[in-house]
Every structure is written in C-alpha cells, then in structure tokens.
C-alpha cells in the first residue's frame, strides 16, 4: 500500500508480506538546488531544515509499532528530489543532504532492534506569529466573483467589470479532496476568482497563503505574483516571486486563476504576515 505522508500498513495476509511501499513525501525546496525554481511541491512542505527533520522523526516514531503489528518493510519517498518534486532526502543534485545522518540512522535503527530506545524527536522553535492580512476560507468562507468560462484577458486587472460573474463563498473545489473546505462546487476545468479588499496601511513582506489542486495563477492588482503547479493537501504559505511595490493604501485586487488536470480538485487564498519564520 502507499500512505501519504503517513505511515499505515495493509492487512496481513497468511501467504504474502505487508509492505507499505510508499511513505512521507516530506517536501523542502533548497534554493540553488532545484531542477526547476517555480513548480516545486511535496506532499507536506516545510520552510526549514529543523522542520522537516522534526516531522520525519514523527514518521519514524509512529513507523516503529507497526513492526511489532507484522509490517515487514517501509520505502520512504524519496531519496533525493525529482525534478518538480522536492520531497527527497537529498537536493536534486544530490549535493545537500536534508536530513542529519547520525540522527537519522539512530532512528533507523531501532527500526530493526526493538530493544534500542528511539531518539527523541528533533524539537521545533517557537512557531511564527502570523497575521491574516487578506482572510483565506480556513475559518469561514470568503465572498469571491467567479466564473469558469474564459473571460477577456484583462480579466485580473482592478478595472475589469466582474458584475456579470457569479458569487460564492471559498474554498471553491470538489468535497472530498484533501485538505479542502469546499463552500462552492467547481468541478470543470477551470475556474476564475476575483475579490477587492481594502488597505489601511501596506504590510512589510506580505506572503500568499494558498491552497491549490492543481496549477494556480495569483495576480495582485493585475500583476502575477506566482505561479504554483501540481497540486497541495493543506494550506501553505508561499512567498511571491515579485510583489515589491503591488499592494497600496486603499482598494486592492486579487485575482486567481486555477487549473485542474485530474482527480481532486480546489482553490483558496489570501495574503499574511509572518513574523518570526525559522530559517
């Protein structure tokens, strides 16, 4: 069986192995070590090398009784990263090595010797403050105007006319997809998203907080800040590739487009503050 990011395992048969086959998908992009710069993703993504070592050590706590329950092998995705996919245990040029290799091999150990005493897990920092500056639909539904058909391609600009659009409340998207809460059904192929808020005072370093399944465009008062492929299981916080300059004081415009490829399908975002970010 595969378990993202898990672990779990099948039910045991008298005349087969239980394997669980694929694991983790722990994702954390190093910058000057990506095959690709722009469409990075994991199954769970992480900002810093002590969060990620904190969340594989979990998996490795929570792997461990499963081998006394007859698990008999676990494969961890994956080694190193593959192209857009930067859930490896090393860089895609294999020339970083994410996770400290003492630690992990004491972990690994006592995957094989149940009288060994695991590790503890790797502690975290203190989390960041975070300030919702332009709300997302985590808690309660934001109002967007949306359409799913093509529009005119000025359609992300804070002039354009979207009163012909309907309105609904995010996260848009098919119930049932992972990480999502869905408020409006969108099943078709695409869907167009736009909302105005308002600014008293512009913020220093705004980042996006996004949820997309899959490949998003987000423009800020008509210029596109970032564009994410593939697809996520729950709400990341994403800085934008060039937002100096595009938030005012006053009336603002965010725009979204999003695209599905297959399976699951939604969108949701907003714009945060974060303070005290772990390297």
């Not at 969340?55 to 329950?69: E, F, G, M, N, S």
Request: glycine letters at 12%; hydrophobic letters at 35%.
């Amino acid at each position: 069986m595969h378990d993202y990011p898990g672990p779990g395992m099948p039910a045991l048969e008298e005349k087969r192995v239980a394997v669980l086959g694929e694991f983790g998908g722990l994702g954390l992009p190093v910058n000057g070590h990506l095959w690709w710069d722009k469409r990075n993703w994991g199954y769970r993504n992480y900002t810093s090398r002590q969060q990620l070592q904190h969340h594989y050590d979990t998996l490795i706590h929570d792997l461990r009784p499963l081998v006394a329950k007859g698990l008999c092998a676990a494969v961890y995705t994956q080694t190193s990263d593959v192209e857009g996919e930067v859930n490896g245990i090393m860089t895609y040029d294999r020339e970083v090595l994410k996770l400290d290799a003492g630690h992990s091999a004491a972990l690994h150990a006592c995957l094989h010797d149940p009288g060994k005493e695991l590790p503890a897990i790797t502690e975290l920092p203190p989390p960041p403050k975070v300030t919702m500056i332009v709300p997302t639909s985590e808690q309660e539904g934001q109002v967007w105007r949306y359409t799913t058909a093509a529009p005119p391609a000025d359609w992300m600009q804070p002039g354009f006319d979207d009163s012909p659009w309907k309105t609904g409340k995010g996260m848009f998207g098919t119930k049932g997809t992972p990480g999502t809460r869905v408020e409006t059904e969108w099943s078709s192929g695409e869907i167009y998203l736009r909302r105005t808020f308002e600014l008293a005072k512009v913020p220093a370093d705004p980042v996006l907080r996004v949820y997309h399944d899959e490949d998003a465009e987000i423009h800020l008062n008509g210029k596109l800040v970032k564009k994410l492929g593939g697809y996520v299981t729950e709400v990341i916080n994403v800085p934008m590739d060039d937002g100096a300059g595009v938030l005012r004081e006053g009336r603002n415009t965010l725009a979204v487009r999003c695209r599905n490829t297959s399976g699951g399908q939604g969108i949701d975002a907003g714009i945060v503050v974060i303070e005290g970010s772990p390297e």
